[in-house]
């Protein structure tokens, strides 16, 4: 089974600032999901990843699979980045449900 | 693009009343999920679907939810009796192979 672990758990920047948020997996994946919610609750999906690197606007993801680790960056932050970032992968290598981990709560002021 | 859509976007339901929660999925996936938050938790799986049939469920997802795809395009999470530890935000999300699709969710507040 596995496991997920985001840091931080909760992260306060200036806009403008660069942010990265972490989420380390124990068993090995096909794929990582980086999902965002907002206070209103709903899940947008904003990567899915097997290896490398995706990029998307002021949003760039990463994954080393060797490390069992991605990282979710945000150039130029802005107050509207405000969300809850959620790492998930699959419960284990042959089901496709997912497990998630607690998300960041990220807060960019003005 | 494609997306998944759910309604309602949110339910206030009685103790003890019945509710139906409405995905539609994209048309071409095969495999379809219930997932739930309770408010300042993490996401946590409730059930899957495949081939018309539930795939596998949760310790959560007992005799008082059942899922239904009734006319092969929306998939149903029904909860027959409420109570109030069922108020949560629902997800539904379809996979054609790897790649998860979600829906906005569906918050029920159980009174």
């Known amino acids: 089974k596995n496991e997920v672990e985001q840091s931080p758990q909760n992260l306060t920047a200036q806009e403008g600032e660069f942010i990265t948020i972490n989420c380390s997996y124990s068993?090995?994946?096909?794929?990582l999901h980086w999902l965002q919610q907002h206070p209103g609750g709903g899940i947008v999906s904003l990567f899915m990843?097997?290896?490398g690197k995706k990029k998307h606007g002021r949003l760039i993801a990463t994954i080393n699979i060797q490390e069992k680790h991605s990282s979710l960056h945000i150039t130029a932050s802005h107050p509207r980045d405000s969300a809850v970032y959620i790492c998930?992968?699959?419960?284990?290598?042959?089901?496709?449900?997912?497990?998630f981990g607690q998300g960041t709560t990220l807060q960019v002021k003005p | 693009e494609p997306e998944v859509t759910q309604t309602p976007s949110h339910q206030v339901t009685q103790m003890g009343q019945e509710v139906i929660l409405r995905c539609v999925p994209i048309?071409?996936?095969?495999?379809f999920y219930w997932y739930r938050q309770i408010l300042g938790q993490k996401v946590e799986f409730l059930v899957s679907f495949y081939n018309n049939e539930i795939s596998e469920k949760s310790e959560i997802f007992d005799d008082q939810f059942s899922v239904e795809r009734p006319d092969g395009s929306n998939f149903t999470l029904k909860i027959r009796s409420t109570k109030l530890e069922d108020s949560a935000m629902y997800f539904c999300a379809s996979q054609l192979r790897t790649e998860a699709f979600f829906g906005q969710g569906t918050r029920l507040t159980v009174v």
């Open positions: 998930a992968v699959p419960y284990s290598t042959n089901t496709g449900k997912l497990i």
């Open positions: 048309s071409n996936h095969l495999y």
């Open positions: 068993v090995g994946i096909s794929a």
């Open positions: 990843l097997s290896s």
